[in-house]
């Protein structure tokens, strides 16, 4: 795997600096959603049991190198002790934390404040990562979720510590290796979502990679436009058909099938319970100029369906289509429920993250069954692109 976990790792008396994300909504000075903090809760818990303190560097909002107590870790100290079920000491400077209060010195868990209130933190100045460095004797990453930027807090650091991924970092590695690294055959993914644009780096990884890729939302339109299809008013992106027609030519020859809808819900109006029609899709179809395709139809679901069944290993990104009116998150819901009936029954390997995702998955009320769900946003849709992760790559050092 080329990183070390924390098992791997001597934390008895130990300060073990920890980077983590608890980058979470706030809303009125209290967090409404805790899931990225929930998630570091195991990592924080082992590093106690072993002998260690967590010190904890974390990020929030989007400072850039200037102190904005608007943006101060102090809004989810609440929300971490909570969910740690101890107290947490926040140290306000780095000079605080070189020179540790008596109060903090004692304490379980130390959370310094935002680390992005420094210049170089984001710029990943050597002198800043090597006095971070000096703050302990370990360090762990268990922020998977900003492991695509090169940071001193997420890449600079490794380089003066012995270093190794918390639980949650070890969980996505492992779950992303399984899906896409050495994945059960056959493997496939749903991509959905609005635009090709923005995941043309994804989709030409996949195909390389995969056996069958489902593709629908708002970008399954561009491929069928750039088929020839006419579809009204539907969202699609003329710029990028022939970036589809290239995808299609690449999976071709490398053996990948391409699921496209075959029919989907036709509309004239964004909003929920429009009325619509079940519409045939192909590079033949002509729809009037005010109408629109909203989400698959009945046919391309049980296409899907059958072809969810057939796989070991299945990767989801996006949703089927309009997800968030009803009903045009009919498709979005039946695929995911099919693919969360086989995970519960132990044929398939299930793995989502990135983007609307998550509430989509939750939308389905089967967020729970799936192997894994990644909360990583970028970083996932990197790692699915094929790229090198820093704040992976920095831990096999």
């Known amino acids: 795997m080329g990183w070390k976990s924390l098992d791997e790792m001597d934390l008895h008396g130990k300060r073990v600096l920890v980077r983590v994300d608890i980058n979470v909504p706030v809303e009125n000075g209290k967090v ?20 260690g303190t967590p010190l904890l560097l974390a990020h929030f909002g989007r400072p850039k190198g200037k102190v904005n107590l608007d943006m101060s870790l102090r809004q ?18 780095l000079e605080a934390a070189e020179t540790l209060t008596a109060e903090a010195a004692v304490a379980e868990v130390v959370l310094i404040e935002n680390i992005r209130f420094h210049p170089g933190e984001e710029a990943n100045d050597p002198e800043f990562a090597a006095r971070l460095a000096k703050l302990g004797d370990v360090y762990c990453n268990d922020a998977f ?21 918390g639980r949650l970092m070890q969980a996505e590695l492992s779950a992303l290796e399984a899906a896409l690294s050495k994945p059960e055959r056959p493997v496939g993914a749903v991509v959905g979502g609005a635009k090709v644009s923005t995941k043309i780096a994804l989709l030409e990884n996949l195909v390389n990679r995969l056996d069958v890729l489902i593709i629908g939302g708002g970008m399954a339109n561009t491929f069928l436009a750039a088929q020839g299809a006419q579809l009204g008013a539907s ?18 020859k490398a053996g990948c099938r391409v699921l496209l809808p075959v029919d989907g819900l036709v509309a004239r109006e964004f909003k929920a319970g429009a009325k619509h029609v079940v519409s045939a899709l192909g590079p033949n ?27 070991k290993t299945v990767i989801w990104n996006g949703p089927m289509g309009a997800f968030e009116i009803q009903p045009f998150d009919t498709a979005t819901v039946a695929a995911a429920k099919t693919a969360a009936a086989r995970t519960l029954a132990g044929t398939l390997v299930s793995v989502a993250g990135g983007g609307d995702t998550v509430a989509a ?11 894994y769900i990644s909360t990583a946003g970028g970083a996932f849709l990197e790692w699915m692109e094929g790229k090198t992760l820093p704040g992976v790559a920095a831990l096999g050092g």
């Open 235 to 252: 969202l699609s992106e003329p710029d990028h058909f022939d970036t589809a027609r290239d995808i299609m030519a690449q999976a071709d």
């Open 145 to 165: 979720s900003a492991a695509h930027r090169a940071h001193a807090s997420t890449e600079g650091i490794a380089k003066h510590l012995p270093s190794c991924a």
């Open 285 to 311: 179809t002509v729809l009037q100029s005010d109408q629109m395709v909203l989400d698959a139809g009945p046919e391309t679901i049980a296409l899907v369906q059958t072809a969810l069944e057939g796989l």
């Open 76 to 93: 989810v100290l609440p929300a971490l002790e909570k969910a740690l079920m101890r107290t947490v000491a926040l140290v306000e400077t």
């Open 361 to 371: 998955l939750n939308q389905a009320d089967v967020a729970g069954d799936f192997t």
């Open 32 to 51: 409404t959603d805790a899931t990225r903090i929930e998630r570091i809760v195991p990592t924080i818990h082992d590093i106690l049991s072993r002998g």
